[in-house]
């Protein structure tokens, strides 16, 4: 099945539209595609599970309409907005996600697309006290089904949410997919506005929370600092240039939300430009240079990272988002880890590191219109395993091919 994941993250600079061909087998002839025979591909014996298999097409990504961009900024915490921007945002961002799925169908999979699977636009995440309450992503489904032909699966976290879940990190059951089979602690990382870590123990529960700020802060004081000329710090060029301030640093790290035990979850709500005014305008002594300011909040979300991996003992992890594309980064995050975690890209896994997310949404909306479940309940904390998301028909009459006898546990990624 050939199926189209479309996301737009937390930065929210541009929809990825990636392509997939999906095919759900034994791989085998036992069962369970890992040649063991306990049905799982993880040697845990539950005797649960297939492999799915995910040929990759292509990305195509699309900068938002600076219209669009625009308004959305303008609308997120900790601004006001009304419910007339609430729609129109909802309309504007929907034919967005409509016209990249339209160009990723007719480009990547010469219009034969047979299912779209759109993330949307997060707007807003209901967490207060270590609990997520609510989430909002718009994108309304109808301009993708009109634009594409296709039936749209779509609002995919509201379902873990309201079976007591935190509604992130969603891909997780992904990350566990690519990740079992593999040799002591492996661990998947996206850093994108938020970071996020899921990790597979040796013999325990899998694990997967959100770190705290990816590119958010460092994304923030770029614009700040440049009055909106440069929307985030390219190739590291300003952190490279600073020295880290230790002070600002610990005030920086003194943030809760570090301390919250998994599974947890934040967003912007939090880790916003006036966050980081107010920490500034209550540290003593001089502000610092915007080189040092960037290098501190790039140093923040590497010690945070490494923060976070160290306590899973990880003896590798592979890294995804937007922040791979900045060597300052990934270079204080592997010396945060100080040898102990080999860091990699997701392509040593087979996904591009910019396309991961929206390979893993076009993974969980082929689940869904299969009738499977989509989150990893340990990981989510959610009540037990639920089918995520709505169902959007296309030109088409709907029909939904019968579920499996068993949910794939393992995801291979072949070669196009």
Same mark, same amino acid.
């Given at each position: 099945m050939r199926v189209i994941g479309l996301m737009s993250g937390t930065s929210y600079d541009a929809i990825d539209a990636a392509a997939a061909d999906l095919a759900l087998t034994d791989?085998? @002839?036992?069962?369970?595609g890992d040649g063991d025979g306990d049905g799982d591909g993880d040697g845990d014996g539950d005797g649960d599970g297939s492999?799915?298999?995910?040929?990759?097409l292509g990305m195509v990504s699309d900068p938002?309409?600076?219209?669009? $961009?625009?308004?959305?900024?303008?609308?997120?915490?900790?601004?006001?907005?009304?419910?007339?921007d609430v729609c129109r945002l909802d309309t504007w961002i929907g034919q967005a996600f409509a016209a990249a799925a339209a160009r990723a169908d007719r480009g990547l999979c010469a219009g034969r697309a047979e299912l779209v699977a759109?993330?949307?636009?997060t707007v807003f995440h209901w967490a207060e006290a270590g609990r997520v309450h609510g989430t909002l992503q718009l994108g309304e489904p109808a301009w993708i089904a009109e634009a594409s032909g296709c039936p749209v699966v779509s609002g995919f976290r509201p379902r873990d949410v309201a079976a007591g879940g935190q509604g992130a990190p969603l891909v997780s059951l992904v990350d566990l997919m690519l990740l079992r089979g593999r040799p002591? %602690?492996?661990?998947?990382?996206? =850093?994108? @506005? =938020?970071?996020? %870590?899921?990790?597979?123990?040796?013999?325990?529960?899998?694990?997967?929370?959100?770190?705290?700020?990816?590119?958010?802060?460092?994304?923030?004081? %770029?614009?700040?600092?440049?009055?909106?000329?440069?929307?985030?710090?390219?190739?590291?060029?300003?952190?490279?240039a600073g020295r880290v301030d230790g002070p600002l640093l610990e005030r920086l790290l003194a943030e809760p939300y570090?301390?919250?035990?998994?599974? $947890?979850?934040?967003g912007k709500e939090l880790f916003h430009a006036d966050y980081l005014r107010t920490v500034l305008a209550g540290s003593p002594g001089p502000a610092p240079s915007p080189p040092d300011l960037v290098a501190t909040l790039t140093r923040l979300t590497a010690r945070t990272v490494a923060g976070a991996l160290r306590p899973l003992r990880t003896t590798e992890v592979f890294v995804s988002g937007g922040g791979v594309r900045n060597p300052?980064?990934?270079?204080?995050? $592997?010396?945060?880890?100080?040898?102990?975690?080999?860091?990699?890209g997701s392509e040593d896994l087979g996904l591009p590191a910019a396309a991961k997310e929206a390979y893993a949404f076009a993974v969980l909306g082929y689940l869904t219109l299969h009738g499977l479940p989509g989150n990893a309940p340990r990981c989510t904390g959610a009540g037990g395993p639920r089918v995520l998301g709505s169902?959007?028909?296309?030109?088409?009459?709907? $029909?939904?091919?019968?579920p499996p006898a068993r949910a794939p546990r393992a995801l291979v990624v072949r070669a196009p």
């Open positions: 791989g085998d @002839g036992d069962g369970d492999t799915l298999y995910l040929t990759p938002y309409p600076d219209e669009v $961009r625009g308004a959305l900024a303008a609308a997120l915490p900790p601004a006001p907005t009304t419910l007339a759109s993330h949307g636009q002591g %602690v492996p661990a998947a990382l996206n =850093i994108g @506005g =938020i970071a996020n %870590v899921t990790a597979l123990p040796a013999g325990g529960e899998p694990v997967a929370f959100d770190t705290g700020p990816g590119n958010a802060l460092v994304d923030a004081a %770029v614009r700040d600092l440049t009055g909106g000329r440069l929307a985030y710090d390219e190739d590291g060029a300003l952190a490279a570090y301390r919250l035990p998994p599974p $947890r979850t934040t300052v980064l990934m270079g204080m995050l $592997r010396e945060e880890l100080a040898g102990g975690t080999a860091v990699r169902l959007t028909p296309g030109r088409r009459p709907l $029909r939904l091919p019968a």
